[in-house]
């Protein structure tokens, strides 16, 4: 069974009772948007509590899961699930889909305390995998220092922080590395200047270890990194610049 209908932004199935999927797309022709963290407003489709929109008002009504396909761009998609209806509003004709985690929030102002806690839930279950996904399609899934191509063992390092403000889960902000390669960076062994030369921690250089020091680390020193084929993907300069002179000051 298909889970995902492209041309209609809504999957509903005739063997079930209630909608399967909807997709959540910002560029589309309705007003889909994350209203707060984890929480997306899904407008109707044109005929009121009818037509597509039955199922979807069903889905709320009966408490089911669904599939939120987030459009990240043109054909990638995070699907997200399990997913919930958790606000009907017949007035203004949309609903609010959410985390399901998070559906009793939906309908009320949260507290400092449930905000913080549906932050940290959409940001491990929403934005990270959204981040990484985008970051490794831009990079052909394989480290930009050594090549290795294994998505398991491939991360989305940040070049500034996420949990500095200007942290963006943008592609711009990331690259892929292979968790040695993202480990040895977030702790400044490994840096990379805006022309994208790789550098190596001076003691690093000079010190005496094993194969994976000798071939993984100081062998990269001065080599470039493989960024994106698209330049609107690869890593800012700006960005590079300072996490760059942070790395030189250590």
């Known amino acids: 069974m298909p889970l995902i209908d492209y041309s209609r932004g809504i999957r509903n199935p005739q063997a ?10 910002a560029d589309g022709p309705y007003s889909d948007e994350q209203v707060a963290p984890g929480v997306w407003r899904y407008d109707f489709r044109a005929g009121g509590v009818g037509g597509d929109n039955r199922k979807l008002i069903d889905a709320h009504r009966l408490g089911v899961t669904i599939v939120l396909f987030r459009k990240l761009r043109p054909n990638l998609y995070q699907a997200i699930y399990p997913a919930r209806v958790a606000h009907v509003d017949l007035e203004n004709a949309y609903v609010l889909v959410s985390l399901e985690e998070l559906a009793d929030l939906a309908d009320h102002e949260p507290s400092a305390v449930e905000r913080h806690w549906a932050e940290y839930i959409a940001k491990r279950r929403v934005h990270q995998p959204a981040f990484r996904g985008m970051v490794l399609k831009a990079y052909d899934t394989q480290c930009t220092v050594c090549r290795f191509k294994h998505a398991e063992l491939l991360d989305a390092a940040h070049i500034t922080a996420d949990s500095e403000a200007t942290g963006d889960a943008v592609v711009t902000n990331g690259m892929a590395m292979c968790k040695i390669h993202h480990a040895a960076y977030d702790r400044d062994f490994l840096g990379v200047t805006p ?23 100081q062998e990269m020193h001065n080599l ?8 609107s993907e690869r890593p800012s300069k700006e960005r590079l610049a300072a996490r760059f002179a942070a790395f030189s000051a250590r």
Request: proline share 7%.
């Open 16 to 25: 079930l009772d209630a909608t399967l999927s909807v997709v959540s797309s």
């Open 195 to 217: 022309d994208y030369t790789i550098k190596i921690n001076t003691d690093l250089l000079n010190e005496v270890d094993g194969p994976m020091l000798k071939h993984g680390l």
């Open 224 to 231: 470039q990194i493989q960024p994106p084929v698209r330049s």
